[in-house]
């Protein structure tokens, strides 16, 4: 839970933050001419059609198996990129498979990512890395500009079913644009392994406390 907040509230109210976070990182990162906008907008078509199907889904499936698959996907996918850091840190290679291939694996992450929101960067990170061959730096912009792009139609529909906690969310939204601001222009400067390492340690610490709330 987010300060007593049920996970679908929780869920929903993270997105303002999350919205808030990924629109000023996209900025920056435009800004510093580290944007691919051709890029972008082929993975915007894949994504924005799974993300809402996904955000509908998150919005109507039990409390209790909500939690449940976000403690599992969280470990699942803590795993996932350890095993494929070299994929991960490497220098960008060639793209694997056909654009249409490509277009059917974005869409699944945007279902993810609108179901949950929590790791979809690390499924984006993979695909990103495995059918655009494209590294971590060159990925993590593009990656905050389809986040905040679905995001959006996603606050507005968990704010209309009553999922979103405005104070709270604001609240955080603030702590993330810090972040964001901070954040930002250290992958832009560090690169790889300054990302793969901080998306490991926050991924393991929420599959903990997701799983095992009382520790």
Not at 168 to 189: H, R, Y
Request: positive net charge.
């Amino acid at each position: 839970m987010m300060g007593g907040l049920p996970e679908q509230v929780a869920n929903g109210t993270n997105r303002v933050a999350i919205l808030m976070q990924t629109a000023y990182a996209s900025r920056v990162y435009d800004r510093h001419e580290r944007l691919d906008r051709r890029a972008l907008l082929f993975l915007l078509a894949a994504l924005l059609p799974g993300a809402l199907v996904g955000v509908y889904l998150a919005s109507a499936i039990s409390p209790g198996h909500f939690r449940q698959a976000m403690g599992v996907l969280f470990v699942a996918f803590a795993g996932l990129m350890l095993f494929q850091r070299k994929l991960l840190t490497a220098r960008p290679s060639r793209p694997a498979g056909s654009r249409v291939g490509a277009a059917m694996v974005f869409f699944m992450v945007g279902v993810y990512g609108g179901f949950l929101q929590a790791g979809v960067g690390l499924l984006l990170l993979v695909s990103m890395a495995a059918f655009l061959g494209r590294d971590l730096a060159a990925s993590n912009g593009l990656k905050q500009a389809v986040v905040a792009a679905w995001t959006l139609p996603a606050v507005a529909w968990f704010a209309w079913c009553g999922q979103v906690s405005w104070a709270p969310g604001l609240v955080l939204g603030a702590g993330n644009l810090l972040g964001a601001l901070v954040g930002a222009k250290l992958a832009i400067a560090k690169g790889n392994r300054l990302i793969f390492s901080l998306v490991v340690i926050v991924m393991v610490a929420t599959a903990i406390h997701l799983l095992w709330p009382g520790r």
